[in-house]
């Protein structure tokens, strides 16, 4: 089983564009916006307070998900985790949620349809991405140290229950001080798929 797809050997990189004020009905953040140099794909950082210094930021990696961030899936936690992300960083009064563009563990919002399809004819989210042709697991976390780097923040707080991102921080040269387990969401709807996020991503849901 190719649960990870093997990394290019040129690290994605991106460009800072702009920023702006982004109102919500959790707190004003700021918006950065990023796109990488080759592909042209966007990305954004929330941020709130002062993120500067050496006092370790309060962070999160959250890949796309349109079905559970915007149209409230139940399929999965993810929309969950966006909210639950936001509050705590809005709660601690600082903090930074890169939004990544990565959406269906980075094989798109189409092919996460039919991935969704095999899924209830009886495959695991596992199963259903690697029918399709693709690892279980596309996304390449790796452009979240230039945004970092790009925002001056070298110390962090992760909010995540996946070991890929706290691995790939630290190989960039992010200093990881604590991880901050997020589990939130679980439902009738989601159970098999947290499951085997668990047992077959490595995902940490029980601790």
Do not use: W
């Amino acid at each position: 089983m190719s649960v990870q797809a093997p990394q290019s050997p040129v690290e994605p990189t991106v460009d800072y564009v702009a920023s702006c004020k982004l109102p919500t009905p959790f707190g004003e953040f700021a918006m950065h916006g990023f796109q990488e140099q080759h592909g042209g794909r966007e990305h954004v950082v929330l941020t709130m307070g002062d993120i500067s210094g050496d006092e370790p930021v309060l962070a999160r990696l959250h890949s796309e998900c349109l079905t559970g961030d915007a149209l409230f899936s139940l399929r999965c936690d993810c929309g969950f985790q966006l909210e639950a992300a936001l509050e705590a960083i809005a709660k601690e009064g600082r903090g930074a949620l890169l939004y990544l563009r990565q959406e269906g563990r980075g094989i798109g919002l189409i092919n996460k349809i039919r991935a969704y399809k095999l899924q209830d004819g009886g495959a695991d989210t596992v199963e259903a991405n690697e029918q399709l042709g693709f690892p279980a697991d596309m996304r390449d976390f790796r452009v979240a140290r230039h945004m970092l780097d790009k925002l001056g923040i070298r110390r962090v707080r992760v909010m995540t229950n996946n070991p890929r991102k706290l691995d790939t921080l630290r190989e960039a040269g992010i200093d990881v001080v604590e991880r901050v387990p997020l589990m939130v969401g679980r439902n009738p709807h989601n159970d098999r798929y947290l499951d085997t996020k668990a047992a077959k991503l490595g995902h940490m849901l029980f601790s």
